[in-house]
């Protein structure tokens, strides 16, 4: 299911969309390997490679620094700044263009685990995204989503990052 909510204007420079999908996985092996942000160019096209910048494992705190390759090569610092395993995890930082929040919220069914993505995007006044940019983005972040999915089925169960 996917639902878009999209509010952007010349003098509204917002974007807020949604993305939820069922995951044929444990709600930890999907918490663990969104949270390990190194995976980030396997599900994400336009990601050439994501680093953390902060030293030991995933948490509330730590700073990535990545390249991303589309729109344009740049250089992004993404932060976890909200942290619950396997139920929140809340990712603060610069989106191509755009700087925002990409929020998941997990919720355990059964040995499946339903997964929903809000993101939260705010344009400087040279940036604003039109209608048809804010489709693509919500459209490039939905088949991300998907791809994050097929990888996750694929793995082994004992498997859940890099």
Known sequence: ????????????RKVHFTNALRIERPVSAVFDYLADLR??????YAIRETRPVTPGPAGLGSVYQQLRSLPRPMREQLEIVEYEPGRRLVIEGGFGLLQGRSIYDLEEAATATNLVNEIELEAGARNAPGGLV?????HAVARNLRVLKDILEAHDQGT???
């Open 1 to 12: 299911m996917i639902s878009e909510f999209f509010r952007s204007s010349r003098t509204e």
């Open 39 to 44: 995976n980030l160019p396997a599900w994400n």
């Open 134 to 138: 804010t489709r693509g983005i919500a």
């Open 160 to 162: 859940g990052s890099r």
